[in-house]
Structures are given as C-alpha cells and as structure tokens.
T-cell receptor
C-alpha cells in the first residue's frame, strides 16, 4: 500500500512531442503528489506538485493530471525540448507528513 | 544560500571498511533526509530527522547503517562494515514546512559510494 508504481521506465520522444509519464498508487491517505526532475550527476529537484482537490495543474510546459477515483496521476510535457531529457520521479505522501514515497523513475530522452 | 552540501562527492573503499558520509542542510530547514539511489531499487528513503531527532528509520537496511544529527547544521550517515552491495549514490535532502502545508525537499548533489 505504500508503493507508487511509475511507467514507463524509459521514453524517447522527438522534439516538440508530448511525453506522458504515469503513476498509480494504492494508499488513499496520500494527499500530496510531487514530481521531481533529476539530471545526470545531480540530485532530484521539485518540478511541480498537486493535491487531490484539483484534477489538473499547469506550470509552464509541465502539467499534472490527477484522477482521484482511479488513483492515478500523470505528467505531461508540452513542446518538449532536448533540455528536458532527464529522469523523472513521481512521489506521494500523506497527511502533511514529510516522508515521500517515490516511484521507480522514468528516463526521458528528447531527440532533436 | 549554497544549498544542501554533501561530502565527499565520491568515495571508493574496500569491503569491511567504515564509511562516513556528511551533510549540511540548508540553514533554517528543520527536516533532514537520507536517501539511497540504485538502478535496481530506485530512490529509497533511509531515515529522516526533525529538529535533529530521528523520526523514521524504517528504511535503514540493517544495523551496519547508522545516522546522527548532532546539531541543526550537520548530519552523518555511517556504514560499518561496508559491503559491495552498499555501492550506490547517497543523497541528503532538507526541507521545512511552510504555513500552507506544502513543502519541497531540496536535495544535495549526492555521494557516489563504491565498495570493492
């Protein structure tokens, strides 16, 4: 119940395409869902986050879609660029707790 | 602010040796986390502290691992004795809880540990 399942493991998209990364969770107590972006040799950094009271959140070219009934959420990257090539992690936490449960990560490659 | 600082950035040691990883959190942050990242297991939370007190150490793999936070600006993760399966990138992160309840964990650059 503590797991967050992320797919796909890797994804290759042409520049300008819209990569979509999906995550699913079981624990209905989760109430905070961030996405982290990690470049090679660096630590993860918060990209965007959502709470379950909204179904969608946009920040620039990044959008989180949230489906509470299906217990799924996804990250969409509009007009993807080679600079977006990185590993993306979804995560979840519950009840304002600081402890995050991370998905396995998706290695995204945007080809020029 | 310089962000979360970790040292060393790379550590190569022989099996059986003691390894100590160090972390300086962002000033003013009252939560500190230690993570381990491997290809097989992804990003795993090992332990986290609040106001220098360990809150959850359920992710610590075994007694060979220990972590301390003697003050608000310093934490260590120690492995004694080290084993080849401990080879991984170890991240330290820190955070604080804003009034609205949303928070962000700030990660350090990591320590790449290789145990031969």
């Amino acid at each position: 119940q503590q797991q967050v399942k992320q797919s796909p493991q890797s994804l290759i998209v042409q520049k300008g395409g819209i990569p979509i990364i999906n995550c699913a969770y079981e624990n209905t107590a989760f109430d905070y869902f961030p996405w982290y972006q990690q470049f090679p040799g660096k630590g993860p950094a918060l990209l965007i986050a959502i709470r379950p009271d909204v179904s969608e959140k946009k920040e620039g070219r990044f959008t989180i879609s949230f489906n509470k009934s299906a217990k799924q959420f996804s990250l969409h990257i509009m007009d993807s660029q080679p600079g977006d090539s990185a590993t993306y992690f979804c995560a979840a936490s519950k009840g304002g707790a600081q402890k995050l449960v991370f998905g396995q990560g998706t290695r995204l490659t945007i080809n020029p | 602010d310089a962000g979360v600082i970790q040292s060393p950035r790379h550590e190569v040691t022989e099996m059986g040796q003691e390894v100590t990883l160090r972390c300086k959190p962002i000033s003013g942050h009252d939560y500190l986390f230690w993570y381990r990242q491997t290809m097989m297991r992804g990003l795993e939370l090992l332990i986290y502290f609040n106001n220098n007190v360990p809150i959850d150490d359920s992710g610590m793999p075994e007694d060979r691992f220990s972590a301390k936070m003697p003050n608000a600006s310093f934490s260590t993760l120690k492995i004694q004795p080290s084993e080849p399966r401990d080879s991984a990138v170890y991240f330290c992160a820190s955070s604080t809880l804003p009034g609205q309840g949303a928070y962000e964990q700030y990660f350090g650059p990591g320590t790449r540990l290789t145990v031969t």
